[in-house]
């Protein structure tokens, strides 16, 4: 069986390293906002090219502590509306509500499933503060004109870059593109821990500060109380953790490009679609997506070939039973994408005759 992406071997790929920082950090005694936190944040703000980076428990909380440290700096209020893809992972949606905020789903564009600037300006009312673009399977959204249509409407930009880590856009990385960023450390992530992880990175110094604040209790010193705040802390062995497998991003990531680029340019079966390629170095290939109608046939004639795909995602957000007020909307591309997406298996570890196997596989598909 090809795996859609063994876990076990990416950790594996990283030893010795990866246990001696473990140990090290098991026996200093010392488990969370201590000097691995510390010196993650430092790495992935540099990375990144942002300002600062602050740790928190996972990526949904992020999102959740962008918008509440933005209401908390006084900038936006419970109610007001953020512009989100319809077509995200539910968490996206989820950490929006959590803050207490109203998300608006918009529309993606079929050929990138980013969303859809053109169909923004429509959806702004005098209560939306924010613009939430999701990097999806890792390609940047179109972020230059959802910028401006911001920039015009006095809109923050708050980037979900769970899928994006180390995603250039026009010689900027993914989490310096927009006024914020929420990145998951969730372990099949690009950059993943080894257990729940997330990070934001701003160049605004006031919301790191009530970020990292609302993500401990809303403290501002120990034991001093501002605000009404949550626990979202990331912990010293995954930061740490995080700290050796940031070394090797970009030649992972560039290993997802070469499959990608094996992927793009084998499948010529005329029943499979496949998103055309951007701006290179602006994809880094989460997931690779293949969309067909048959999309179930397909996906079990794979499992019979035994190459393992998912799907991403099954459920539109709107159609989900925990989002029942949101039921009655129409939304036929977001549509369209969940009946039609598959998950090809995408890994840096996959060989060559994987690839090729996969390909002759996909192509044979009638
Ligand atoms: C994984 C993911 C999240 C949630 O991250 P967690 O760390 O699991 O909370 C949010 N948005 C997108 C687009 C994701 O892929």
């Given amino acids: 069986m090809i795996p859609y992406y063994s876990l076990k071997q990416i950790t594996e790929s990283f030893e010795p390293e990866i246990t001696q920082t473990a140990t090290d950090i098991i026996r200093s005694g010392w488990y969370l906002q201590g000097k691995a936190n510390d010196t993650f944040e430092k790495a992935f703000a540099a990375y990144c090219g942002t300002d600062y980076c602050v740790g928190t428990g996972n990526g949904m909380d992020a999102i959740t502590l962008i918008l509440m440290g933005y209401q908390s700096l006084g900038l936006m209020s419970e109610e007001d509306e953020v512009i989100v893809p319809a077509n995200t992972c539910i968490a996206t949606i989820i950490g929006i509500l959590r803050a207490r905020m109203k998300p608006v789903l918009c529309e993606p564009i079929l050929e990138t499933c980013n969303i859809d600037p053109a169909k923004i300006e429509a959806l702004i009312t005098p209560r939306t503060k924010v613009i939430l673009p999701v990097h999806l399977y890792g390609q940047c959204a179109d972020m230059e004109p959802i910028t401006t249509i911001a920039r015009k409407h006095g809109l923050k930009v708050v980037e979900d870059c769970a899928q994006a880590h180390g995603a250039i856009y026009r010689g900027k990385r993914a989490g310096n593109l927009g006024d914020a960023a929420a990145f998951s450390f969730y372990p099949s992530k690009n950059l993943g821990a080894l257990g729940d992880g997330g990070g934001v990175t701003t160049n605004d110094g006031s919301l790191a500060g009530r970020v990292r604040a609302l993500g401990n209790y809303g403290s501002s010193a120990k034991y001093v109380h501002d605000y009404k705040g949550i626990n979202s802390r990331l912990d010293e062995l995954q930061a740490g953790i995080l700290s050796v497998k940031l070394t090797r991003l970009d030649e992972d990531n560039e290993k997802r490009r070469k499959v990608a680029e094996r992927y793009r340019k084998g499948i010529t079966n005329p029943q499979i679609r496949v998103l055309p390629c951007a701006e290179r170095e602006s994809n880094v290939y989460h997931i690779f997506p293949v969309f ?31 989002l029942s007020e949101y039921a009655d909307l129409s939304l036929p591309v977001t549509e369209k994408i969940h009946r039609e997406e598959l998950s090809l298996p995408m890994s840096p570890l996959l060989t060559t005759e994987e690839i090729e196997q996969i390909i002759d596989a996909v192509n044979r598909f009638v």
């Fill in 292 to 322: 067909t109608p048959e999309r179930d046939r397909l996906q079990a004639y794979l499992t019979a070939k035994g190459i393992q795909t998912l799907i991403h995602y099954p459920i539109p957000p709107h159609q989900q039973k925990a």
